[in-house]
């Protein structure tokens, strides 16, 4: 069974810490994705990588970074959170070429104190 | 550009009752189109899509929609509703170069199934 694993489900940080959001998938996709989900908004697309090492900037970039040093790892990191970056955090994967047909993980809900 | 509207944010239905949840979309292009669905606590997971293939399309769990390009329209159907049904359901709009950067979700809808 495919599977995309989001390794903290529910995080607490304080305004100003450092955030690593871990995810790990087992299907040898070649794109990873990071969307943020709050509620009336559907979800929002903050980066996004098609091979190791690359990445390109979605909708909502700002105040994120990204790492993809393994095809099967990619990392969202919040440099300093803020109270405004409360969400739900999802990650997903797909082939090359399946441009709609994403895998996704159950989620990391943040919150920002 | 493209984009998607989720006519309703909130659905509720009696068990055994057909479903109507209603997407319509816009794009320059002839697009790709996707229903996912989200239980509580979960990630999305793909029902069905559309790729400029049949205008019907039969996804898992008993959902269908149809694709109708004279209303821009991409509505998601299931004839009788089973609790397990109830869930958020997110209509998706992709530019037909199969990019997967160029998708765009819905602001979604929550169905509720009444016993």
């Known amino acids: 069974d495919v599977k995309v694993t989001q390794s903290s489900r529910y995080l607490v940080k304080r305004t100003g810490e450092k955030v690593f959001l871990e995810c790990v998938q087992d299907?040898?996709?070649?794109?990873m994705f990071w969307y943020r989900q709050d509620p009336g908004l559907g979800l929002r697309l903050i980066y996004f990588s098609y091979d190791v090492k690359m990445k390109e900037k979605g909708d909502i970039p700002e105040g994120y970074s990204v790492s993809r040093e393994k095809k099967e790892r990619f990392s969202l990191i919040l440099e300093s959170a803020s109270t405004n970056q409360t969400s739900m955090y999802l990650c997903?994967?797909?082939?090359?070429?399946?441009?709609?047909?994403?895998?996704f993980g159950e989620g990391s809900r943040l919150t920002v104190l | 550009a493209q984009s998607v509207t989720q006519l309703d944010s909130h659905v509720s239905v009696s068990e055994g009752t057909p479903v109507l949840l209603r997407c319509n979309y816009s794009s320059s292009y002839s697009p790709s189109l996707f229903w996912y669905v989200q239980h509580p606590n979960k990630g999305l997971q793909l029902l069905l899509k559309y790729t400029s293939a049949a205008t019907l399309v039969k996804g898992i769990n008993g959902f269908e929609a149809e694709f109708k390009k004279s209303e821009t329209s991409f509505h998601l159907t299931k004839p009788s509703a089973h609790m397990s049904d109830a869930a958020e359901y997110f209509c998706v709009v992709s530019d037909p170069s199969g990019s997967a950067r160029q998708l765009t979700f819905g602001s979604g809808t929550q169905l509720t199934v009444l016993p």
């Open positions: 997903a994967s797909s082939f090359l070429r399946d441009g709609g047909e994403l895998f």
């Open positions: 299907m040898d996709h070649e794109n």
